[in-house]
């Protein structure tokens, strides 16, 4: 299958920092990738939707000011979470779809997820 | 708006023994497609298997098969000679033909006992 990157794979940070997420598509081009959130034990919540060179459409309840999301490119979209504090630590994961996979078979392909921790 | 529904949080089976994931979902759309993913400790979303809601045969991959019924809006996995490999939290999922989004269910945390 196609293949999704996440980086950095655990980050920790001060409260009051941004911390900046990283997707990529490694062997295709994603016209699409989403953000999920996932708490311990929980299901994956949809943060946001973004297609490449245009701007990102939040999920109701998701602060747009606080989850940036950039897609500047069709390998490579990226989420800040700005300002940081102990509330959003949690499990963040991309998936993408784009010329391969979802055309064919509806699939999505996910990073390896990123553990958020703020201190 | 669709929703997925898992009502099993946990399940148990012994090795080498089946075991069936329960899930329906609610829609209004006649098309559309299924999905069951698996996420193991590391936490790396796999897909187990995937079902075209055209398509009335029930999909099948390896040790893992569907019970999809359309029309009471289900859709179960059966692990067949499950292995401890398969301990994991599983996840169903639809998503719409019209957009790209996935919607997940609540999962269920499978245990394989030796």
């Known amino acids: 299958g196609a293949v999704v990157s996440q980086h950095p794979s655990w980050v920790i940070c001060k409260s009051g920092t941004s911390v900046k997420i990283e997707c990529r598509s490694l062997d295709f081009q994603a016209t699409t990738m989403f953000w999920y959130r996932q708490f311990p034990k929980q299901s994956l919540m949809l943060m946001a939707t973004s297609n490449e060179g245009s701007k990102a459409t939040y999920e109701q309840g998701v602060e747009k000011d606080k989850f940036l999301i950039n897609h500047a490119s069709l390998t490579l979209s990226t989420l800040t979470v700005t300002s940081a504090h102990p509330e959003d630590s949690s499990f963040y994961i991309c998936?993408?779809?784009?010329?391969?996979?979802?055309?064919?078979?509806?699939?999505?392909?996910f990073g390896e997820g990123s553990r958020l921790t703020v201190l | 708006a669709q929703t997925v529904t898992q009502s099993q949080p946990e399940m148990s089976v012994q090795e080498a023994e089946t075991v069936t994931l329960s899930c329906t979902y609610d829609t209004s759309e006649s098309d559309y497609y299924l999905f069951w993913y698996k996420q193991p400790p590391s936490r790396q979303m796999i897909l187990v298997i995937r079902?075209?809601?055209?398509?009335?045969q029930n999909a099948t991959e390896n040790r893992f098969s569907v019970n999809f019924q359309k029309a009471a809006k289900s859709f179960s996995l059966k692990i067949s000679d499950s292995q401890l490999g398969d301990a994991a939290m599983y996840f169903c999922a639809y998503r719409s033909v019209n957009t790209d989004k996935l919607i997940f269910g609540t999962g269920t945390r499978l245990q394989v006992f030796p």
């Open positions: 079902q075209e809601a055209y398509k009335q």
């Open positions: 998936s993408a779809s784009g010329d391969r996979g979802l055309a064919a078979t509806g699939e999505l392909f």
